[in-house]
């Protein structure tokens, strides 16, 4: 208790002295006043159209929306699996626009990654187009200094952070630990929405933040993530989106926040916009030209678009959690849940993170109670190749669950999977300038960090040892694909944060050839050489396996504690000559091999706090 006293005081009398410490409104008259007399107003462009740059992806959204109707709409749609290609995009994009570009985010890091894209929507707004970016406070930005420089490098850009911890842009720890301690609720929920939007006419959604593991831009560990680009009418869908968030008031513009405002008021000369200093410079320079070269786009971008008809861009409202029972406060993933309910053969579900909540469980539950339930596959990651082992201990507890109520097929992402390095090399080799190596197939063919609040921040928030050595992936990319019917991409991972805490977006795309393009990229990931297979140990003793998993069940329906080590399943891999089974064949066991819990993972404190975390973290769920 004494030891609580000593860490609860000063939360406390930190609480006590920020929330007296807002920005008054003669401060923030002061600064704007200020921002305006010293804004850089210089600028690159005086033609009608801004100087935008001739783009091929634009050009095709132009087209789409000419040829829609109320009733017949019309979308190009593309897939962005691969990391160059994804970022060559938005490039192309932002280089394209003539009137707005509106960015939305969860994690903006001053990694190459994001250098680069803050520093091409910088010239983008120099050229005269409207640029408005909205990060959120918790994972972006978090330099006083750098967001005084945005505040006044063109009157065209406009940043605003969402939710910031006592109206600031950086929080110390100290002010980490007291906002969980008084506004827990508020704290906790952050906006993990991911939009480029250009012209109101086409839009990037996925998974992918700005940082360089999102890219494969990282020395040691990067994601295997996963964006769709849309063009038509969904768009405009998208900008409503954007909108309702910029003007909340979760929203905060830069003069409001307490320490950005009083680097303006301070006597120190505004900064300049500098030059980015990459990391790899060579490697930005090859997708900046890819972003620009017509054959290039043709062949990894525009080939590989669909021409399709209805699309939908769902998000949650702003704070969802203020009003969790408004009827459009969860309307996407109240959407979700349903096409997941409505499956009548199969569901096809990708998400790093397997930790359902109790609306999806339910869901679920129903659909393995059918007379001929739909098969349900799940692609996620292995203890071995995420950043989030906290959130995979949920997950692990909790195997039985999944295998037998919910007819679970589970698939865990290997560290090294052969898919992933593809399209690693691809990004930092370089790539044929006339087309797709012939190996991979295409764009389609080689395949956030997701920061937790018990976690930690950037490159730091790195994964358990392996005994293995070589760079290693991580799965971040969120989809699901229905009966092949219709298929989902977003941010949305599918878990309790999602569902209570966060709000999310996505693209919905109700077209075969689109839901067959997205299902060979998922089913890739499944593949044995990339990912093991979960699956129940094999009965050797009868008698004491079946003791066995009946402490297991008690133990895993225990409120707080989850003490008992035997776990009902494990991991499996293929064995030399065999061909791929479901773990409900009679032959799986003949056929693949038990290569433990936690394959490839070394002993380490985070494996010894993973297993903590299955014993006692239940009560943590919506929080991981």
């Known amino acids: 208790m004494p030891v609580l006293h000593r860490l609860t005081l000063p939360l406390l009398l930190v609480l006590l002295l920020l929330q007296g410490c807002t920005v008054s409104r003669a401060q923030i008259r002061r600064a704007d006043a200020v921002a305006a007399a010293t804004t850089d107003r210089r600028v690159s462009c005086t033609q009608a159209d801004h100087c935008a740059q001739p783009s091929p992806l634009l050009a095709a959204a132009t087209e789409a929306l000419a040829a829609s109707t109320p009733e017949r709409p019309v979308h190009v749609v593309t897939l962005l699996d691969d990391s160059e290609p994804a970022m060559a995009a938005r490039i192309n994009l932002v280089r394209a626009a003539r009137q707005s570009i509106d960015v939305q985010t969860f994690i903006w890091d001053q990694d190459d ?362 799965l971040h990319a969120k989809s699901i694909v229905v009966d092949d019917a219709f298929a989902m991409i977003g941010s949305h991972n599918f878990d309790p944060r999602s569902d209570r805490y966060n709000t999310e977006a996505g693209v919905i795309v109700y077209d075969h050839g689109f839901a067959d393009q997205l299902r060979h990229s998922v089913m890739r990931s499944t593949q044995p050489e990339n990912a093991w297979v979960i699956a129940p140990r094999q009965s050797k003793v009868p008698v004491l396996t079946d003791i066995n998993q009946a402490i297991g069940t008690v133990s895993e329906q225990l409120p707080l504690f989850d003490l008992w080590p035997f776990r009902y399943a494990t991991s499996y891999e293929l064995k030399p000559g065999c061909q791929p089974l479901r773990a409900t064949d009679p032959n799986f066991y003949a056929c693949y091999q038990p290569v433990g819990d936690f394959p490839d993972v070394a002993l380490s404190p985070k494996l010894i706090i993973t297993r903590l975390v299955t014993a006692f973290g239940v009560g943590a769920k919506g929080v991981l």
């Open 113 to 474: 990654a994001g250098q680069l894209m803050l520093d091409e929507l910088v010239q983008a707004a120099r050229r005269g187009v409207r640029v408005r970016i909205l990060a959120d406070q918790l994972f972006s930005f978090d330099d006083p200094d750098l967001l005084d420089r945005l505040a006044r490098v063109s009157p065209n850009l406009q940043v605003r952070l969402y939710n910031p911890t006592f109206q600031k842009a950086h929080t110390q720890p100290l002010e980490f630990a007291a906002g969980v301690l008084c506004c827990f609720m508020q704290f906790n929920q952050r906006m993990h929405n991911k939009l480029l939007l250009v012209d109101d006419r086409i839009g990037i959604t996925g998974g992918r933040n700005y940082q360089d593991r999102y890219f494969n831009w990282d020395d040691t560990f990067d994601y295997v993530d996963r964006d769709v680009m849309v063009g038509g009418p969904a768009a405009q869908q998208m900008a409503a989106s954007f909108k309702l968030f910029w003007n909340h008031r979760r929203s905060v513009a830069l003069t409001h926040l307490r320490d950005v405002n009083r680097r303006i008021l301070s006597d120190r000369a505004p900064l300049v916009w500098p030059t980015p200093h990459y990391l790899r410079p060579a490697r930005v320079a090859r997708v900046q030209q890819a972003a620009e070269d017509p054959a290039w786009l043709q062949a990894w971008l525009v080939d590989a678009s669909l021409r399709v008809g209805k699309v939908d861009y769902f998000s949650d409202l702003p704070a969802k959690t203020d009003k969790p029972d408004k009827r459009r406060a969860l309307d996407f993933t109240h959407h979700i849940m349903r096409m997941i309910g409505a499956a009548k053969r199969e569901v096809l579900l990708q998400t790093p993170y397997l930790v359902m909540s109790k609306h999806a469980q339910h869901i679920f539950r129903v659909l393995h109670r059918r007379a001929d339930p739909p098969r349900v596959i799940v692609s996620t990651n292995s203890l071995a190749s995420t950043d989030a082992f906290a959130v995979y201990a949920m997950s692990y507890k909790h195997r039985k669950r999944y295998l037998k109520k919910f007819g679970f097929e589970i698939h865990e992402m290997k560290p090294h999977a052969p898919s992933a390095a593809v399209d690693n090399e691809l990004a930092n080799l370089g790539m044929d300038a006339a087309g797709p190596p012939r190996e991979t197939a295409g764009p389609a063919g080689a395949a956030e960090a997701r920061l937790h609040l018990l976690g930690s921040r950037g490159s730091n928030n790195r994964p358990a040892p392996l005994r293995s050595e070589g760079r290693r992936f991580g």
